[in-house]
């Protein structure tokens, strides 16, 4: 049973940081793009920021110079390393990972975590 554990969420002054973690396991095929979503109150849960297991990345445009993704492929984990915090920022953040099954013809599934909560005030 594939599991995504996320943690570092919390309270921060607009201008600070926050990194937050997902941690997978689970899976008896990798892990191929993870990734960070957001979902605020009355919103639809939009994308963050992505990266391959290769290490392409793929961010919103909200967060690009701010946010930065990245992965360790031993650990099966994904960060989010988020500084210039702004209260439009305050969202839940759901980690995402797709797994490529070993089997043929090698579908994709997506597994979300729980989401962590990431409050930014002014």
């Known amino acids: 049973q594939v599991q995504l554990v996320e943690s570092g969420g919390g309270w921060v002054q607009a201008g600070g940081s926050l990194r937050l973690s997902c941690a997978a396991s689970?899976?008896?095929?990798?892990?191929?793009?993870m990734g960070w979503y957001r979902q605020a109150p009355g919103e639809q849960r939009e994308l963050v920021a992505t990266?391959?297991?290769?290490?392409?990345?793929n961010y919103a445009d909200s967060v690009k110079g701010r946010f930065t993704i990245s992965r360790d492929n031993a650990k099966n984990t994904v960060y989010l390393q988020m500084n210039s915090l702004k209260p439009e920022d305050t969202a839940v953040y759901y980690c995402?990972?797709?797994?490529?099954?070993?089997?043929?013809?090698?579908?994709?599934?997506?597994?979300w975590g729980q989401g962590t909560q990431v409050t930014v005030s002014s």
């Open positions: 995402k990972a797709v797994v490529t099954a070993w089997f043929y013809p090698h579908p994709n599934y997506d597994y």
């Open positions: 990266i391959s297991d290769r290490g392409s990345t």
């Open positions: 689970g899976s008896t095929s990798k892990f191929n793009t």
